[in-house]
């Protein structure tokens, strides 16, 4: 594999392209950073400060560059500075979040079941939108208990709703019923989920999040740039479960009609494998939707923004 030159904050791939974006995330959520050790970050973090300051040590290659930055972008909140919580990290969606989309997925859930699994996946969902979001500017916690909360209730009364409803059609023949319900996951969680990330940050549309120029030096606080933020994230989570949620049932149905009728014990496993594939597939094509470093004319933003800068675009990170 050939490496360009490295870039300092850059990436290898074109990002201006949904291909390019695609790969991008590819690399970053590679699950093998999630047992990258403490001695192991800090080396990667070292070797991209004496890039900064021109004392790389003879010997380090490009490749050892680009792959000390993926390093640190999957762990390490841009933002922050911070090591992101493992389970909450996007490297760590799909290996956390697999298990919660298997329980979404069982055949005949009973209401507990909807409702516990409905409740987890939306505290995980939580948990990442609260990891990855703009960390700019301060916010208190109880904004994102509050956020949480709301996001929780959403879920779990699309769920139920819709479960009921079909559940008390008389008109579906039972073969029906079995199946739309294996579907009903899907409208809830996208729902749920673009609730979540709008529930989570929607102080940002109040208090604006941080922009800045070609050089990462902060120029304000736009509040129409937090606006397009959360317009992007609210698509990103929209799409999201639709691949995860609708994949695994229609391959699963395919399964029933022959394999599963002969080996049932194989329901789980076969359920377990299709979610992880779809999720795997799913969640770098609803990341690379926008760019995280997302561009905005400066002529767009608030008039304070305009008399700080000459530049005519400004970026801002608008989270994962």
């Known amino acids: 594999m050939s ?34 050790s403490d001695a192991k970050l800090n080396e990667c973090r070292q070797l991209l400060e004496q890039f900064q300051s021109k004392t790389l040590p003879a010997g380090v290659t490009d490749k050892d560059l680009w792959e000390a930055q993926k390093t640190v972008q999957a762990i390490v909140h841009p933002d922050t500075g911070k090591k992101i919580f493992m389970p909450f990290r996007m490297a760590g969606y799909v290996p956390f979040g697999t298990p919660i989309v298997v329980g979404l997925l069982m055949p005949n859930p009973t209401l507990k079941q909807i409702i516990f699994w409905q409740w987890l996946n ?25 956020g949480y909360l709301s996001a929780v209730t959403v879920s779990v009364s699309i769920a139920v709703g819709l479960t009921m ?20 996951p899907l409208p809830a969680v996208a729902c749920a989920s673009t609730c979540n990330v709008l529930f989570m940050r929607f102080h940002e549309l109040s208090e604006g999040i941080q922009v800045i120029d070609e050089q990462n030096k902060p120029i304000g606080v736009s ?39 002969r080996f049932p014990r194989l329901n789980i496993p076969l359920n377990t494998v299709a979610c992880t594939f779809s999720f795997g597939l799913a969640l770098p094509m609803s990341i690379a939707l926008f760019p995280q470093k997302s561009k905005v004319a400066t002529s767009e933003l608030e008039k304070e923004i305009q008399a700080k800068t000459a530049q005519p675009y400004v970026y801002y990170n608008k989270g994962l």
């Open 122 to 146: 939306q505290s995980h969902n939580a948990g990442v939108n609260y990891a990855n979001r703009n960390a700019t500017q301060h916010t208190p916690t109880s904004k994102f208990a509050i």
């Open 223 to 261: 509040q129409i740039a937090a606006k397009k933020a959360l317009t992007e994230m609210a698509m990103t989570r929209a799409f999201l479960p639709v691949p995860i949620l609708s994949i695994p049932p229609i391959i699963m149905l395919a399964f029933e009609k022959n394999i599963l009728r």
């Open 3 to 36: 490496y360009p030159p490295f870039e300092l904050g850059k990436s290898r791939y074109d990002l201006n392209t949904y291909w390019g974006r695609f790969t991008h995330f590819m690399n970053i959520i590679d699950p093998r950073t999630l047992f990258v």
């Open 165 to 184: 409803i079909i559940r008390r059609a008389k008109a579906l023949p039972p073969r029906w019923k079995t199946i739309v319900e294996r579907f009903v």
